[in-house]
């Protein structure tokens, strides 16, 4: 029984250390799946941060840069938004050529619509004028030919004449004098005419040549100009020559500029 007892103890004992042994060993195994940290040496950690410190700044100059153009642009549209027309000023040279290219464009360049009647009322006066002249001139021309030539069938001269008049061997030559004057008469006009269209087409572009020149021209206080009687003393000392030593009334005329 005791030998029992023996062998049961030693059985236990040597369980108990088997047992103890073996949780050691497993409390001193590294498993494979467990989290391993791994530091990174303290050079390549401030590369990465001043490589990172670039880039963000490379990115904010290109936005700023971005941002600049985008002010400028919005800039120059407020600009021209908000352009001061009361300041504007007419070029002479633009005024010139427009003027050139189209009667009364100058004018309108220059904003003095009040002249655009003037001009183009001149211009079309001028223009049926001559044409007008220049239909009278072909007609009397055509009547002094056929009545001068020996053709009976070429009478073009009798709706000129009075109601029950006619041309006769007696009073031929007088109504040839006549149709050759009045033949003249309207050439001269129709030249006149053509003169005044071109004249009035000349005067509209210096018009606006001058009006645009003009544009900047200072008018203010210190330009004046002033007439006022004066009484002239013949023992003045400005007046050299005076036969009868007397006073004289007159006009003095003074320009501040």
Not at 37 to 61: C, G, H, Q, R, W
């Amino acid at each position: 029984m005791k030998q029992l007892q023996n062998i049961f103890h030693a059985l236990s004992l040597t369980l108990l250390l088997a047992i103890a042994c073996t949780a050691t060993t497993r409390a001193q195994v590294v498993y494979d799946d467990s989290i391993k940290i791994l530091y990174p040496k303290a050079d390549s950690v401030i590369t990465i941060l001043n490589a990172e410190s670039n880039k963000v700044e490379t990115d904010f100059s290109l936005s700023s840069e971005k941002v600049l153009k985008l002010n400028k642009v919005a800039a120059k549209d407020s600009t021209r938004l908000m352009k001061d027309w009361s300041k504007w000023r007419p070029k002479p040279k633009k005024a010139l050529w427009l003027a050139i290219a189209l009667p009364g464009a100058g004018q309108i360049y220059n904003r003095k619509y009040w002249k655009l009647p003037i001009f183009y009322g001149g211009i079309a006066g001028c223009v049926y004028a001559m044409t007008w002249n220049n239909q009278m001139y072909r007609d009397y021309q055509r009547a002094y030919i056929d009545i001068t030539d020996d053709d009976p069938n070429t009478q073009s001269y009798n709706k000129f004449l009075h109601l029950g008049s006619k041309v006769t061997e007696e009073n031929k030559s007088f109504y040839q004098n006549l149709f050759k004057k009045r033949k003249d008469r309207y050439r001269r006009w129709r030249d006149l005419s053509i003169f005044t269209t071109v004249a009035v087409y000349a005067l509209s572009v210096i018009d606006a040549y001058v009006d645009a020149s003009l544009s900047d021209f200072d008018i203010s206080d210190d330009l004046s100009l002033r007439i006022a009687p004066v009484v002239m003393n013949g023992n003045s000392p400005t007046i050299k020559t005076n036969l009868f030593k007397s006073s004289a009334i007159g006009i003095v005329c003074s320009l501040t500029f």
